[in-house]
Structures are given as C-alpha cells and as structure tokens.
C-alpha cells in the first residue's frame, strides 16, 4: 500500500508560496537581466540544465514513493490507459487547434497583425501536440492521484510521442520538414524519469530494508514531500527569472497566448474528468488521467519551434508562454480535483 501523502503547512498556503516565488524570480530577472542570459546559455538540446536539476530534485522524492506493486496494478488496468492515450492524441492537439484560431484569429486579431497570428498559432499548436511526460507526477502527486498509473502513462507518452508527433502536427501546422526532437526526449526521459525512477527504486529498497515500513512512513515520507514542493518552489523561481521578464515587457501578448491555452486546459481537462466518471473509473485514476490530458510538454514543443521557426520568432515565443503558465495552470488543476474528488465516491 502506498504510503500517504501529507505535506502539512508547505501543500495547505502553497498557492501563497508560489505566488511570491514568481515574484521573486520576476524581480530576480528584471535587476540582473544576465541572470536569464546565463541560464540560456546552460543547456542542452533545448533542456535547461538548472531546471532539469531541479525537475529530478522535485521527481526523486516522489519515486521514492511508489510501490512497484502500484507500477503492476497500474499496467494491468487498460480503461485508465486507454483514456489518456485518446484523450492526448485524438482530442487535445485539435481542441488546441481550434482555440488558437479561436483566441488568435478572431478575438484578438484586431491587435495582432496576421504575422503574429500565424506565428502564435503555430507556437500553440506545438505545444498542444506535446503530451507532458515529467511534470504530471509532481501534479498528480499533490492531487492524491494513483502514481503508478502516472508513471506508466509518463512512459507510455514518451514511446508515442516519438511516432505521432511529428505526423500530427504536419497535419496540423500544414507545414513539411517537422523532425522528431529525438535529443529533447531522450534527455528528458532520462533526466525525468529513468534516473530519478531507478534512484528512487534503491532508494526505497535501502530504507525499507534497513528501516523497515513504519519508518518508512512516519519519518521518510514526509521528509520527502517537504523536499519535492521546495523543489518546485525553487523551480518557480528560476523560471520566472529565466523568462519572466516576458510579462512585464509585452503582457498583452502573453495574456492574449495564455487565455487561448488555458481555454484548452480546462476544456479538456473536464472532458477526461466526466469520461472517466462515466466509464467508471475512482478517483485516484481519474485525475492523473485528467491532469496529463491537460498538461504539455515543453521542452520538445520549444525545440520545434526554433527548427522551423526560429529562436526569435513568434512561435518560440507561444511556446516559452507554455512554460510560464504550465506551474501555475497545473496546480489550478490539482485545486479542482482535490475540491471535486467527492464527485467519484
């Protein structure tokens, strides 16, 4: 049985905590500007080596955690699968298709000129063909969420993104010579999931062993969710620091990207939600299944952009927006599943 999860003062004013970590990192990034500059210079295949840092720091604790009795159960159970495999790949990158044309092309045309449109768009587009593979576990982690299935559905993402994503978004974008990122995902599968899984497996096999199971429990256990939530607070802060001066130089055109994008989120995080009551399926299924329906990848969407568009261009930016608003839109998320879990008992 999977130990629970209590993270007591840290998770209960979390939504306080991050708040002032974006401001901080804002700040951080307006009074030093070569702080961002030294950070975009620390990176390989389009991953940010101090957040890919931080992002294993957040993970780890979280692997340490799931019982690969969990992993087995979670493999043996095709309806949860199922559902977030349909809902990544036949419904989200078309809902995101048609609120970027939706938010971009009417709404907001009359500020945009039909350059920006079109890039924006397309920066959108990539990001809502990139399931998220890494971050969910920290999301589904806050909501209570089964892990196992988690993990599984984070593998699962990655095996297919490599033959679907290219293919759709072609269809999508309209638009010939899109390649597989293959560095992007390689990295970022074994930074975010390979390493901290296989670290956490020992781990847990170690404590266990040598501390045994109320131990376990009583001390580790808490100790680890502390660490996973400062881990994503120091993440926050980097980010913001690395690309939020975005916010205070042009806010209308990241609040214009952001509405289309969180349309999507919610849009589709609803349907998972209701389809997954429909067929059946608790809680604890439900919403990681909801979660990564809603959340993108945006290391492999920011690496396409700057193939075929540039690392100036509008679609660039649409997708470092993704990276902006992926914490804070998450963890709206993981609020609405932990208010709505009466709804599936």
Known sequence: MAAKRELGLWEKYLSVWVALCITVGILLGRAFPEISEALARVEVAHVSIPIAICLFAMIYPIMVQISFEEIKRAGRSPRPIGLTLFMNWAVKPFTMTLFAWLFLARLFSGFLSP??????????????????????????YLARGNMGHTLVMTAINSLTMVFLYAPLATFLLGVSGIEVPWKTIALSVAVYICTPLVAGYYTRKRVLESRGEE??????????????????????????????????????????????????????????????RIIGLGYEDAAPAAIIAGSN??????????????????????TVVGVLTEVPLMLFLVFLCRKTRGFFE
């Open 115 to 140: 350059e920006q449109v079109e890039q924006y768009r397309a920066g959108m587009i990539l990001l809502g063909v990139a399931p998220c593979t890494a971050m969910v576990l920290v999301w589904s």
């Open 215 to 276: 131990w376990f429990s009583r001390r580790l256990v808490p100790a680890l969710g502390r660490s996973a939530v400062a881990a994503l607070l120091i993440t926050l802060v980097i980010l913001f620091a690395y690309q939020g001066h975005l916010i205070t130089e042009i806010p209308g055109i990241i609040g214009m990207i952001t509405a289309g994008i969180f349309a999507n989120i919610l849009l589709v995080f609803a349907l998972t939600y209701l389809t997954a």
């Open 297 to 318: 990848h945006f290391e492999v969407a920011i690496a396409v952009a700057i193939s075929l568009f540039g690392v100036e261009s509008g679609a660039a930016l649409a």
